[in-house]
């Protein structure tokens, strides 16, 4: 095996250790989530996801970059950890204090006034995210997605336990919150435990993190509050009730097709700082943008599919209005995925400023689009329907200009991201025109997703074909499993 096929396969390794990582993470959260949704009803969600959608705004100001900005650097002094933990404390501080304040007039917002205290206590995770240990940056420097794995994998459990344990014994949102609380104290204890290095107070590489960091912290932002606009305008226009069901719908999507690309991201970033000129990746960029699609499609769609049967066989007949909300929102989730990776590879590739323009760009459309239909008296439906459309053609637009700043085929990266969304719409299309099989919801969840999955392999390889065999995300695929093959 040559040297480049030797790191390729490292590559791959930790790209798979990484999306196990998150899946087994997300399969706790799943489980949390559907057993809460038994215990507690749509209003409490909708309290939480309320508090979350102010704390998450605020929360947009603490992607400072300073992790990326480390990553990007071949050799790191201890002068730009302890810099960068420092700047890390100082901001969550601040941005404790600016929850605090901001709990009462977020409350009368949104008309509901159990927000406040809500906010004042989530304030405190703040805090504790500040002071976790800067040499996690470490983990995801030397592909050792593992260790992140057992710290966060940790964390996940004692916070699942605690949360299902106070639902049971409250039967109330702050079961919620106290999990919330819980979970970022574990991460911080065990960040020290795990890392072995031990932070100081220093500000002597300030200039240089910040300079780099301030377009990332742009780009971070504006995607924070785009995932926050459509469940922003629903909380301003709708009851509790049904911002829960917006609120979950929006998290069981995400877990199924952010989530992933989120960690996928962690490993694309990395080779992509380490993988020479940018202008000489288009290829290689084109192949990770079709993986993507190949993973957050199917995902995205499928959910759409069978958005019915999963929501009652996971949450309860009492999450009904959520399975209409949930087709649209997970369909452009899978969009907006593959965009996040645009925007991820741009910033890895030193165009942190296009990265930024191109995420704040995405924002105003959002929210000039969802503003305008809420304002026109549009249905919660009708604002995901338009989320939808706008997460599209900002993923067109970022093919265009990561295709154009690294030489590649803008046609071909358009194409290379189709074929997979083409397949799971195909695989849409039959899902939900199979007949009712069964009166049991399980079994006609079970067989329609079986259904699915391989209707969309063959699609999608057929769509393969018909391009011409193409040395594309699905090429590299076949030649992992045949390299794989052979070794047994």
Known sequence: MSKEETAQVGVYRGAAVAVAMTWVLRAIGLVSVFVLARLLTPADFGVVGLAMTAVALVETFSYLGMKQALLRMEKLERDYYDTAWTIQIVMFALLAAVLFVIAGPAAAFFAEPRVEPVIYALSLRFLMLGAMNIGIVEFERDFAFGRDLKMKGTARI????????????????????AGMIVQSLILMVLSYTMQPYRPRLSLARRAELLGVSLWIFAGAAAQVFYSQVERLTVGRVADTGTVGAFSV??????????????ALNRVT??????????????????????GYAMMAAPMGLGLAAVSEQFIRVFLGEQWGAAALLVAPIAVGTALIAVFRLIASSLQAGGHERVSGLLCLGALAA???????VAANGGSPLAIAQTGLAVSAAQLLVGLAIISHLSRGSVFGAIVAVARPFLAAAAMYALVISLPVLSTSVLVELVWRASVGAVSYAAMLWLLWLISGRPDSSEAELLRVAGRNLRRR
Not at 249 to 262: F, G, H, R
């Open 249 to 262: 719908s929006k998290d069981v999507a995400n877990i199924l097709t952010q989530e992933i690309a989120m």
């Open 366 to 372: 959002m929210v000039i689009a969802v503003v305008t």
């Open 269 to 290: 970033y990395v080779t992509t700082a380490r993988s020479g000129a940018f202008t000489e990746q288009g290829r290689r960029i084109a192949r990770s943008l079709g």
């Open 158 to 177: 004692v916070s699942f336990f605690v949360t299902v344990g106070l639902a049971l014994w409250l039967r109330s949102y702050w079961a919620l919150v």
